[in-house]
């Protein structure tokens, strides 16, 4: 589609009510605008995507929402948020930025993400590296060094209780056997008729 059809698009079903359908995206979603429109698939790509690169849709749904983008980040990642929205083109990036910005820095959703999935997550940091995990968590770029500081301790703790658990338990099962050893009662062989 060109340029000129997609202005024609945004005039004819979308310029100044704005507002008013970000607002019933928010509250009934895609399908229900679509609907109320009366458009199909191809002019709704249009128009979402002026909504979303000018209008902030992603943003906006997200902070009326944070409860809830904010839980299953911590569950899922923001691959799942994306894929939610439909918006898993590399088009999509600086949109998705900002909605990762609000929900995994703002609201400390990678916090509770790395602390739900530590164990996965270190592994993947002994196994590929830290720039490899940081690409994962979505948090490569320089402004993201204080969350990166943050998931670093994170597993360092996850580690060092990794460590302490497996002494305690070598130590404790090595104090059980020399105290089953003393308690234990010794009798000699001659004592007992073996049995031919």
Not at 52 to 63: G, I, N, S, Y
Request: aromatic share 12%.
């Amino acid at each position: 589609m060109d340029i000129k059809t997609k202005k024609l698009i945004v005039n004819s079903y979308a310029r100044g009510k704005e507002d008013q359908l970000v607002q019933a995206f928010i509250v009934a979603g895609p399908t229900a605008v679509k609907k109320t429109l009366g458009i199909r698939d191809a002019k709704w790509m249009v128009i979402f995507d002026y909504l979303v690169f000018e209008h902030d849709l992603l943003e906006k749904c997200v902070a009326q929402n944070v409860d809830f983008f904010k839980d299953l980040y911590v569950k899922f990642g923001i691959k799942h948020i994306r894929a939610i929205f439909e918006v898993e083109g590399k088009k999509y990036d600086m949109p998705s930025k900002a909605v990762f910005d609000l929900i995994a820095v703002v609201n400390e959703g990678l916090y509770l993400h790395v602390l739900q999935n530590r164990g996965r997550y270190l592994l993947a940091f002994k196994a590929r590296g830290g720039d490899f995990l940081r690409t994962i968590l979505g948090i490569l770029d320089k402004k993201y060094d204080k969350a990166w500081e943050m998931v670093l301790d994170i597993l360092l703790n996850a580690e060092c209780d990794g460590l302490f658990s497996e002494r305690t338990l070598e130590h404790g099962l090595q104090n059980f056997a020399m105290m089953m050893n003393g308690v234990r009662e010794h009798r000699a062989l001659n004592k007992y008729k073996m049995a031919a």
